[in-house]
């Protein structure tokens, strides 16, 4: 077993955070103006855009969490995975197109155009937070499969924040430096390495298997961690039913609302190119994430037969997600683990500072306060924003150090309470002609359903309000908000719509 850094490992990792601080570092000088800080004079190919994607996709959410889930419950989480073709399909046929067609760099400046400045101000408060909370829980990730490979034995107290502080100002060094080139060119670096990590570890894992690959599929199946269940219609726990449904808007939410997204394929040198980057990013996901999944069905397998192999400290069923990070510090040859924690690095690094950035000059410094800021000013805004954008996303991460339990139910908790009003607006000035009054009419309540669903189910709901605690599992969450946006906007706008005629009349 290793309790120490073999100087192999060391050599690799150190190796790949060099190259990563060199990419910045060799962009920093082509970034001469705001426009190339932020789209790169839309000049990148689709194939290099679409990897950048991929490794967004591929974040150390899905590295270490996914297979933490499998290795607790089932595959039941895997119906995102399952739902990547309708969010390409969609992404492609209307999100790609109307945003190229749009000529600016902000994904939420239509949005001001169809329902006023509040419209877009709203999305995009919501976007900075979701993404502050995003990069908090993938730096958090990170650390926790990094302290003890670092540590060997009883880690402590000091070196998870270290961890988290010294990669999140890493993540924020490159990307202040190269802007979006840096962003896009590791983005492709990174890929290529995060799909090494794990294979290796699939290789190990069955190699130590007494019985091989038919024993881990054996034992996985006989104790359900291949399974998607349950199926029932129910909204009261986790169905794969409503994890596809929860998947489908998170899909639009990427692909159609999220700055980070839209800003990459608005920087591919054609609409062509840029339809290609959607289907190369989806289409490289999709087996990578069911890879994750197989990785917590084989753990499972690998450590029943081998209980021994973890220690009396680790308590599985309370938390799950350190399962895989301690199999890759403990169980992986010398000389591996470096490159698994590399390309666990590489899920981690993917930045969005940069589009966080983006709209802050864009929505906020060039709304409200200085329109006319000329290209010298915006880099300032640019680089500063960067910088403090990361530094709040370090701040989140270090408060995730206080909480215990599955990371992705809290991910999905996050991502309910910000992101679905988002998308129902966007939807709503979509696919009706509901008005500025209908629109504040459907955000207003679907954000106060978002609300009562999330807020209900947390230490800060008061206890004489416990009979009006929300049943409905945190998956559903994003659903009803977007809906409630859409039913609730688009009735008012029919409303609005028939007074109107009738005052005509």
């Not at 060199?22 to 790169?40: E, H, I, K, P, W």
């Not at 209900?456 to 945190?474: R, T």
Request: positive net charge; aromatic residues 12%; hydrophobic residues 50%.
């Amino acid at each position: 077993m290793n309790h120490n850094l073999p100087i192999t490992d060391i050599v690799v990792l150190v190796a790949y955070l060099s190259g990563i601080v060199g990419v910045g570092l060799y962009f920093s000088r082509r970034n001469r103006s705001a426009d190339q800080y932020v789209t790169a004079g839309r000049t990148f190919p689709g194939w290099a855009v679409g990897m950048s994607m991929f490794g967004s996709y591929i974040s150390s959410i899905s590295f270490l969490a996914n297979p933490g889930k499998a290795f607790h419950d089932n595959w039941c989480a895997a119906g995102f995975t399952v739902a990547t073709p309708i969010g390409l399909l969609i992404a492609t046929r209307w999100f790609c197109d109307f945003y190229r067609k749009g000529g600016v760099v902000s994904a939420y400046d239509h949005l001001e155009h169809r329902f006023g400045p509040w419209a877009r101000t709203y999305a995009v408060v919501c976007y900075l937070l979701l993404q502050m909370g995003r990069m908090g829980m993938i730096t958090f990730l990170l650390a926790k499969a990094v302290v003890p490979l670092l540590a060997g034995g009883e880690a402590p107290g000091w070196l998870m924040p270290a961890i988290i502080i010294a990669t999140g100002a890493l993540m924020t060094g490159y990307t202040l430096a190269g802007g979006i080139q840096a962003v896009v060119w590791t983005g492709v670096v990174q890929a290529c390495v995060l799909i090494a990590g794990p294979i290796i570890c699939v290789i190990v894992l069955i190699m130590g298997m007494p019985g091989g690959a038919p024993e881990v599929f054996r034992i996985a199946h006989e104790n359900g961690k291949f399974g998607f269940g349950p199926y029932d219609a129910s909204l009261l726990h986790q169905t794969f039913g409503l994890v596809v449904l929860n998947a489908i808007i998170e899909h639009m939410r990427n692909w159609g609302v999220d700055q980070s997204y839209v800003q990459r394929y608005i920087s591919a040198k054609s609409d062509s190119e840029a339809r290609k980057s959607i289907w190369i990013a989806g289409l490289m996901y999709m087996p990578v994430g069911f890879f994750f999944f197989f990785i917590g069905s084989a753990l499972f397998a690998y450590y029943k037969v081998q209980p021994d192999l973890l220690p009396a400290t680790l308590d599985v069923a309370k938390d799950p997600d350190a399962v895989f990070p301690y199999f890759i510090t403990h169980q992986l040859p010398a000389g591996l683990s470096g490159l698994v924690i590399a390309a666990i690095f590489a899920a981690s690094m993917d930045t969005n500072l940069n589009s966080m950035a983006t709209l802050t000059l864009h929505d906020v410094y060039k709304r409200y306060f200085r329109p006319q800021a000329g290209d010298r000013e915006s880099l300032r805004v640019l680089y500063a924003a960067t910088l403090f954008w990361g530094i709040m996303c370090i701040g989140f991460a270090l408060i995730m150090t206080l909480k215990i339990g599955p990371t992705i139910d809290f991910g999905w908790k996050v991502g309910g309470l910000l992101g679905g009003g988002m998308l129902g607006l966007f939807l709503l000035g979509l696919l009706t002609r509901a008005g500025n009054g209908a629109a504040v009419a459907g955000v207003l309540v679907g954000v106060l359903l978002i609300l009562w669903m999330t807020l209900s189910k947390m230490p800060v709901w008061p206890k004489a309000w416990s009979g009006a605690v929300s049943p409905i599992h945190d998956l559903a969450i994003p659903v009803a908000g977007t809906l409630a946006v859409l039913i609730v906007g688009s009735i008012g706008g029919a409303i609005r719509g028939r007074q109107s005629v009738r005052s005509a009349g």
